[in-house]
């Protein structure tokens, strides 16, 4: 129980009013629940989130820091250029506001994200970006480019030691695409579609994680914009692998909070 309404009469109450009290307690009741399922639903979003938060590989961020430190004697502007970059890109990946952004805010987090494996990698890494500035302004759920972007420099190098991705981002009616594909190992379609206990099993833990970045991001979409606006995987192993996202470019109650965009020298 959460509440009682109280009537307050001088007179006994007739048919009429207990019909109308009663009617009036169940549109309380029901409003209620509603904003009780708001609130679940809120709480689910904040908690997919922290679980791709969560799905940033450490070994990046370990790597990124060893990188950004073996400039710090050869090319000191350098380091600090890439200690900046390091600097927004957790800023923004861990912040504590919004469940959704604009495709703008995480193009320039993902250029952010490059830049600091392209230090680390150097030529090796080969990145195509192609981006239609109409679509720049659309809203989508936060972060939901990192875990495509990740996994595709995790499967474009994995025994490899260079690879290219290619991401694009289309104009489409009342649509807008984005795709990212790389070139590398690719992965079971089987596995994919299991679940990521299957990979495991395999003893692919970069397989699994994958997975359940890629659920996550699916799910996401669909609770924000319905089952039309899920992930898309085109895969096969020694094949790369392909994720097309497709969301709205309006869609009503879904606003992202803001922010500014510029992409950097590398993008």
Same mark, same amino acid.
């Given at each position: 129980?959460?509440?009682?309404?109280?009537?307050?009469?001088?007179?006994?109450?007739?048919?009429?009013?207990? %019909?109308?009290?009663?009617?009036?307690?169940?549109?309380?009741?029901? $409003?209620?629940?509603?904003?009780?399922?708001?609130?679940?639903?809120?709480?689910?979003?904040? *908690?997919?989130?922290?679980?791709?938060?969560? $799905?940033?590989?450490?070994?990046?961020?370990?790597?990124?820091?060893?990188?950004?430190?073996?400039?710090?004697?050869?090319?000191?502007?350098?380091?600090?250029?890439?200690?900046?970059?390091?600097?927004?890109? +957790? #800023?923004?990946?861990? #912040?504590?506001? =919004? !469940?959704?952004?604009?495709?703008?805010?995480?193009?320039?987090?993902?250029?952010?994200?490059?830049?600091?494996?392209?230090?680390?990698?150097?030529?090796?890494?080969?990145?195509?970006? !192609?981006?239609?500035?109409?679509?720049?302004?659309?809203?989508?759920?936060?972060?939901?480019? !990192?875990?495509?972007?990740?996994?595709?420099?995790?499967?474009?190098?994995? =025994?490899?030691?260079?690879?290219?991705?290619?991401?694009?981002?289309?104009?489409?009616?009342?649509?807008?695409?984005?795709?990212?594909?790389?070139?590398?190992?690719?992965?079971?379609?089987? *596995?994919?579609? @299991? %679940?990521?206990?299957?990979?495991?099993? *395999?003893?692919?833990?970069?397989? @699994?994680?994958?997975?359940? %970045?890629?659920?996550?991001?699916?799910?996401?979409?669909?609770?924000?914009?319905?089952?039309?606006?899920?992930?898309?995987?085109? +895969?096969?192993?020694? @094949?790369? +692998?392909?994720?097309?996202? #497709?969301?709205?470019?309006?869609?009503?109650?879904?606003?992202?909070?803001?922010? +500014?965009?510029?992409?950097? $020298?590398? %993008?």
């Amino acid at each position: 129980m959460l509440g009682v309404l109280v009537v307050v009469t001088t007179r006994s109450p007739g048919p009429g009013l207990l %019909g109308a009290v009663g009617e009036v307690a169940r549109y309380a009741a029901s $409003q209620i629940e509603l904003a009780e399922l708001d609130a679940s639903r809120a709480r689910l979003d904040r *908690a997919e989130v922290l679980a791709l938060r969560a $799905q940033i590989s450490p070994h990046f961020l370990y790597n990124s820091l060893n990188t950004i430190a073996s400039f710090v004697r050869t090319d000191p502007d350098r380091a600090r250029e890439l200690v900046l970059e390091f600097a927004d890109f +957790t #800023r923004y990946s861990f #912040r504590a506001a =919004g !469940q959704f952004t604009t495709l703008a805010e995480e193009l320039r987090n993902i250029d952010r994200y490059l830049t600091l494996e392209r230090a680390r990698f150097g030529d090796a890494l080969r990145v195509t970006l !192609q981006v239609a500035p109409e679509v720049l302004t659309v809203t989508v759920p936060f972060l939901a480019l !990192q875990p495509l972007v990740e996994n595709a420099v995790r499967h474009g190098f994995a =025994g490899r030691g260079s690879g290219s991705i290619e991401l694009i981002a289309r104009d489409e009616g009342s649509d807008c695409i984005i795709s990212v594909e790389d070139d590398g190992v690719g992965m079971d379609p089987e *596995a994919l579609r @299991a %679940g990521p206990g299957d990979a495991l099993s *395999a003893g692919d833990p970069d397989g @699994a994680s994958a997975h359940v %970045g890629l659920t996550n991001v699916d799910h996401r979409l669909r609770a924000a914009f319905g089952n039309d606006y899920g992930l898309v995987v085109e +895969t096969a192993i020694g @094949a790369g +692998t392909k994720v097309i996202m #497709r969301v709205p470019k309006f869609r009503t109650g879904v606003r992202a909070d803001g922010g +500014t965009y510029g992409m950097g $020298q590398n %993008g």
